[in-house]
């Protein structure tokens, strides 16, 4: 996933508050006490906290879905026909489900199963517990949603770009799938589905699968997918929607009012494939298309295999924010081609696809416009770790007790990208390469574990270099080690030296933009300190129209220093923006700056109140916090 700052369900794990992070993070041992200690894999069992399932003795192996999307409820209906393998005879098959009316339960097809949902867990949901027999093979569990599914974010037309049909997808990292789909909700478990998915006429139905390309008359949709995968994997959305191939393996599915300058930002996606797969061997999923959602998606993009999911907010016009596609794409390999055994290990999932992603964008664009995102993801990370207690500036957590969602700060993604970047600086570019390249391979369709991936480290490339490279500390330790590599950017430097100049003599023709990067402009907005006036703000916007500007990444940054420097030129525009984009990572610096001032609250809280219907789950809840309306 890419993109997501912020935590969701609690602010527990900020260094302003209090005691329950310490208690729970007494088990998040170590055991990299010794540097290059091989250790042997499997050693410690692994422990998903975070379901009810009891997959390990009876687990699904295959998914059969049948369902129908009904935009009148805001419902989706039909059955979860899960085939099983029954690893230790078990007598019962436990489910995890949330917010899910379960009607009935039938075995191999026809027998009718007792069953029972356990007591409701906040953090968890309900555990279905399915008596099962011997010679059981099947489960099918006939259910719906309901309103308070998390999963579900259903759109009414005024909130699509086209405003002629409704819209609606799912989210299913982390914890959410569970609130769609009764299964076994671990990201250790892999399984294959199809899928047959009936939706209302004129639309089209798309998912983690092969996907049509057309509307189809009957409105029933066919789906497979044959690669395994994990289940927050599972992926639906259903619009009107069109799809435009790019090449023969990707292309783009879109609203048709968007369709062609999604098409055209996203062009070069057949190139970034192979590049991709020039770096770290074949590509495993045949088709790479992209999705381009209505604006109240909360994240970046979400790497759902075959279709990766994305906001819209990186059409900016000029390709200059499509670092969130080679993300995605290299989700391809790290997250679900080899997944975090537990959400303990997510910086499995994103430190290594941050990392994949940034070679992808060198290779393409050069190795300075790779080091600018690095620097911009640096200073993310920075900012970040002095928000977090340090229990969760840990690359390795203990998120018992907690939402994974949690889990999901730029710890994981930049401290894990700096701590294998130093490990490919220690090691060098050429064996770095070719042990990420068999790692790929030797862990195809399986999840992996902190201590496994460390044991396989040293044994494969820091024992047999005779390299140590201080591994417990950046694992098991909060902030960053001083071994931390220092990055720097041709581009940034000469940026810096104008702000300097700039700050100095407050004269704007001192700054020399006109080919300046997003990167370059964010680098300059980022470091814009306090001490800028209002004044000083309205003359820059006269001269470089930053109010207007359709870049969102730009637009963002731009209207929270101007937020915090008092300027209200922006206002305007503010609200439009606050209204089309549902993308967390956006909205909540931007309530922030709001809520920094009696007045911006209120603000806030009457803008908030006006969009909030535009706003996906995660980000409400986010912003509920930020605004003191929990
Ligand atoms: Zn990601």
């Not at 581009?491 to 104008?498: G, N, P, S, T």
């Not at 940054?557 to 420097?565: D, G, L, T, V």
């Not at 206002?571 to 990572?585: N, S, Y």
Request: charged residues 25%; glycine residues 4%.
């Amino acid at each position: 996933m890419k993109k997501v700052i912020i935590p969701i369900l609690t602010s527990l794990i900020f260094a302003s508050c209090n005691s329950k992070t310490a208690e729970n993070t007494s088990e998040n041992n170590s055991e990299i006490n010794d540097e290059n200690a091989v250790l042997t894999p499997n050693t410690k069992e692994i422990m998903d906290t975070h379901t009810l399932s009891n997959y390990k003795e009876v687990a699904t192996k295959h998914l059969d879905l049948d369902l129908t999307v009904d935009f009148e409820t805001k419902s989706i209906k039909g059955i979860v026909t899960h085939t099983i393998k029954n690893k230790t005879n078990a007598k019962q098959i436990v489910f995890d489900s949330k917010y899910l009316v379960v009607d009935k339960v039938v075995l191999n097809g026809s027998e009718a199963a007792t069953f029972k949902l356990g007591e409701f867990d906040e953090l968890l949901g309900t555990s279905l517990t399915v008596d099962i027999k011997e010679n059981t093979e099947t489960v099918a569990i006939h259910y719906k949603t309901t309103q308070k599914t998390e999963a579900l974010d259903w759109l009414v037309a005024e909130q699509t770009a086209n405003k002629t049909s409704p819209f609606m997808y799912t989210q299913g990292q982390s914890i959410f799938t569970r609130s769609w789909i009764p299964l076994q909700d671990s990201p250790e478990l892999r399984i294959t589905y199809t899928a047959n998915v009936t939706v209302p006429k004129g639309m089209i139905a798309v998912m983690s699968a092969n996907n049509p390309v057309e509307l189809n008359e009957s409105s029933t949709y066919y789906f497979e997918m044959k690669q395994s995968i994990p289940c927050y994997l599972l992926a639906l959305a259903v619009g009107e929607l069109e799809f435009k191939a790019l090449d023969e393996r990707t292309g783009v599915y879109a609203e048709p009012s968007m369709l062609t300058s999604c098409a055209e930002e996203l062009v070069d996606m057949g190139k970034m494939v192979n590049v991709a797969e020039e770096l770290y061997g074949p590509y495993q999923w045949e088709r790479f298309d992209v999705i381009v959602l209505p604006p109240s998606f909360p994240f970046g993009g979400m790497e759902n295999p075959r279709l990766t999911f994305a906001t819209p907010t990186i059409i900016a016009g000029d390709k200059s924010l499509v670092s969130l596609i080679a993300h995605e794409l290299a989700h391809s390999w790290s997250g679900n081609l080899v997944t975090n055994a537990t959400w303990n290990d997510f910086w499995l999932n994103e430190g290594f696809t941050v990392y994949f992603e940034r070679r992808i964008m060198e290779a393409l664009e050069g190795k300075d416009y790779a080091d600018m995102l690095a620097i911009l993801g640096f200073q993310d990370l920075e900012r970040t770790l002095n928000e977090l207690t340090p229990e969760f500036q840990k690359l390795r957590l203990n998120l018992k007790g907690f939402h994974p969602d949690d889990a999901m700060t730029d710890v994981a993604y930049e401290k894990g990208y700096f701590f294998l970047r130093l490990i490919e600086e220690t090691v060098g570019r050429d064996k770095f390469d070719a042990f990420l390249k068999q790692y790929f391979e030797s862990h195809k369709f399986q999840t992996i574990t902190t201590d496994q991936f460390l044991a396989y480290l040293n044994k494969e490339l820091l024992i047999p270099n005779n390299k140590s490279i201080n591994i417990s500390e950046w694992v098991d330790e909060p902030g960053l080690p001083a071994n931390c590599p220092t990055i720097e950017a041709k581009r940034f430097i000469a940026v810096e030296k104008q702000l300097e100049q700039y700050k100095k003599d407050k004269d704007l023709a001192v700054l020399e933009t006109k080919d300046w990067s997003t990167h370059e402009w964010l680098h300059f907005l980022r470091d814009l300190d306090s001490t800028v006036s209002a004044q000083e703000m309205e003359k820059m916007d006269k001269r470089f129209m930053l109010t207007n500007s359709g870049n969102s990444e730009i637009a963002a940054i731009w209207f929270e220093k101007s937020i915090y420097a008092g300027y209200h030129g922006i206002d305007e525009q503010l609200e439009a923006f606050l209204k089309r984009v549902g993308r967390r990572k956006f909205l909540k610096p931007l309530y922030e700056a709001l809520a920094s001032t009696p007045e911006g609250l209120e603000t806030g809280r009457v803008i908030f109140k006006k969009y909030k219907k535009n706003y996906h789950y995660v980000s409400i809840n986010t912003i509920e916090g930020i605004l003191g309306l929990k």
